[in-house]
């Protein structure tokens, strides 16, 4: 059918001109070669990816949101977290509950970065927190964990246990607020290098938060909505 007079007025102004690059061979997990083409991006949002089967369309903030945890968490897990010791320490007014458990698990926190010092009643003060961290952003953290059931036991297995789910809570909101946001130009080097790194993730189809970052139209589902099958 012929487009209406008004049809191309309906459609959004494109802000980027399209991507002249050459097949790009992006290498999976195993090191097999992936032969896509980069097309582009759409509104400073979306990848666009020509695939062997199908076209992908990448989010690039929660692409990069995956690949910037998974950095955040290998560099956390395997070295003792940079710490930053507070001149004026913030002072957390707790129920007599959740002052207990963070004392119980205060050297555990330590180990993550996190100074905690008991004061009169039920006060304690925040004394230092992980570098990575503002003090309210690390007073949010400790007062979640506040709130958890007391573990039944102290072994190092607890200890560990609380230290990855610390340095994974680090990790996902460092990660989403450093990530590459909507609406954000990206040059064709970037866009490459950004789908590359994120085939070899551990987790490429999720951000830490379980947003998709990948969605295909594969060339059946394009040639049915074409009519062409």
Known sequence: AVPSPGFQDR??????????????????????????????????????LEGPDGLYLI???????????????????????????????P???LGPAERLRLLEIAPALDDCGF???????????????PAVLT?????????ALATEPSDTGHDGAAAEDLRRRVLDALAASLACKSAVK?????????????VAEL???????????GRPIVLQMTDSDLERRFGRR
């Open 199 to 209: 085939f070899v993730a551990d987790q490429p189809y999720a951000c830490p938060h």
């Open 91 to 93: 002072l957390l007014d």
């Open 135 to 143: 003090a309210a952003e690390a007073e949010s953290l400790l007062r």
């Open 11 to 48: 459609l959004a102004t494109p802000s980027y001109a399209p991507v002249q690059r050459p097949m790009v061979p992006l290498s999976g997990r195993r090191g097999e070669a992936r032969p896509f083409r980069l097309l582009g991006q759409y509104k400073g949002t979306l990848i666009l």
């Open 182 to 194: 909507m609406h954000h130009p990206l040059s064709p080097l970037e866009m490459e290098a950004l």
């Open 59 to 89: 989010d690039q903030h929660v692409a990069h949101e995956r690949i910037l945890y998974e950095r955040l968490r290998r560099a956390l897990a395997d070295e003792r977290t940079p710490v930053q010791t507070l001149l004026t320490p």
């Open 115 to 129: 100074g905690v010092a008991s004061l009169s009643g039920n006060t304690l003060a925040l004394t230092a927190v």
